[in-house]
Nanobody
């Protein structure tokens, strides 16, 4: 059974940083592209970043150079480093796994975690 478990969310002040982690199990991690999405209250889930199995990356415009995705295939873990956080970054953050590399569409992702809440105070 595939499981994706996010961690690292919490409350942070505007301008601060957080590093999210997503631990994967039940799949051959190095065969999957991994992505991060977020969903704010009342809004649709939006694409943030994705990383292919070889480490190439693609970012959504919303990240604006503030977020960095990385992965450690030996640990079956993908990370999202978030800097210069703003109140509008408040959302539930989800990681997901796709058999495609560098997918930005939600429907290209087969597996999803349950999310971790990030709250940015002003």
């Amino acid at each position: 059974q595939v499981q994706l478990v996010e961690s690292g969310g919490g409350l942070v002040q505007a301008g601060g940083s957080l590093r999210l982690s997503c631990a994967a199990s039940g799949l051959t991690f190095s065969n999957f592209g991994m992505g991060w999405f977020r969903q704010a209250p009342g809004k649709e889930r939006e694409f943030l970043a994705t990383i292919g199995w070889s480490g190439n990356t693609y970012y959504g415009d919303v990240t604006n150079g503030r977020f960095t995705i990385s992965r450690d295939n030996a640990k079956n873990t993908v990370y999202l480093q978030m800097n210069s956080l703003m109140p509008e970054d408040t959302a539930v953050y989800y990681c997901a796994a796709s058999p495609s590399a560098l997918a930005s569409r939600r429907d290209r992702y087969n597996y999803w975690g349950k999310g971790t809440l990030v709250t940015v105070s002003s």
